[in-house]
C-alpha cells in the first residue's frame, strides 16, 4: 500500500522538493502566528492530515525546519518544536539589527511595504483593544517582515522569516505578552509616522534603540525564566 494524499506531487504536478518547501513554509508561518507551542511534540499521523500532505513529504518537511533549528528530533521521542536559548536570541537580536536597521534607513518612503507597516499597526491595535495579545504579537512580526520587504530581496525576506519564527517561539516561553508587546505597539506606530515623513534616518535610529530595549526586555523575562522566578 503507498502513502499518498490528493496534495501530494503526483496529483498536483508539483515536484516533491518544491512541496515540502510549500508546506514547511506553511508549518512555519504556524510557529510565527504562535499557534505552535515551544516543545510541543508533533504528531507526524495528525499534521500529515491537517496539511493534506503524506507522511514522507511531512518528513522532508520536519527535515528542513530543524535544519532551520524551529524543530529538533530524539531518539523514541519523535519530533517536537524547539525550545529557544537565550544565546540563540541573543543571537536574533544581533541578526535583526544588521537587516532591519539598514533596511529602513536605505528605504524609499514610498515603497508599497510601508502601506503594509500602516496595516499592521492598524491590526495590532485592534487586536489591542479586543485584548488579543497574540494578535497583537502576529501584527508586530508582520510589521518588521514588512520593513525587511523595503530591501526587495526575497532572499532577505525568507532569512528574516526563518528568524522571526525561531523569536516568537522565544515569545511563547515568557508569562504576559501584553508585558511584552505593549510598550512597543506605540513604538511602531511612532516609526512608521517617521517613515511616512519621508525621515528615513530617524525612523532608522529609533527603530535601532527600540530593538535594544526589546532585546533587554526578552532578556530580562528569559533570566527569570531560568532562575525559575514567576513574572508579576
Known sequence: MTDTNPADPIATG?????????????????????????GQRLSETRLAGDLSVS????REVFRLLTREGLLTHAPNRG????????????????????????ALAQAWPRHAAVLRMAECV??????????????????????????????????????????????????????????LHAPFLQENGAILELVQQGDMEAAATRLADYLDRSERVVMTAFARLENGVTGG
Open 14 to 38: 508539483q515536484s516533491p522538493s518544491g512541496l515540502a518547501e510549500d508546506t514547511a513554509a506553511r508549518l512555519r508561518a504556524q510557529v510565527i502566528a504562535g499557534h505552535l507551542r515551544p
Open 55 to 58: 507522511r514522507n513529504t511531512l
Open 79 to 102: 519530533v517536537s518544536v524547539a525550545v529557544p536559548t537565550m544565546a540563540g536570541v541573543l543571537d536574533i537580536y544581533r541578526v535583526r539589527r544588521l537587516i532591519e536597521v539598514p
Open 122 to 179: 492598524a491590526q495590532a491595535r485592534i487586536a489591542r483593544e479586543a485584548g488579543d495579545w497574540r494578535g497583537v504579537g502576529s501584527a508586530n512580526m508582520a510589521f518588521h517582515a514588512a520593513i525587511v520587504a523595503l530591501t526587495d530581496s526575497p532572499r532577505l525576506t525568507a532569512f528574516f522569516a526563518q528568524a522571526m519564527a525561531e523569536l516568537r517561539l522565544a515569545f511563547g516561553l515568557l508569562d504576559s505578552p501584553e508585558q
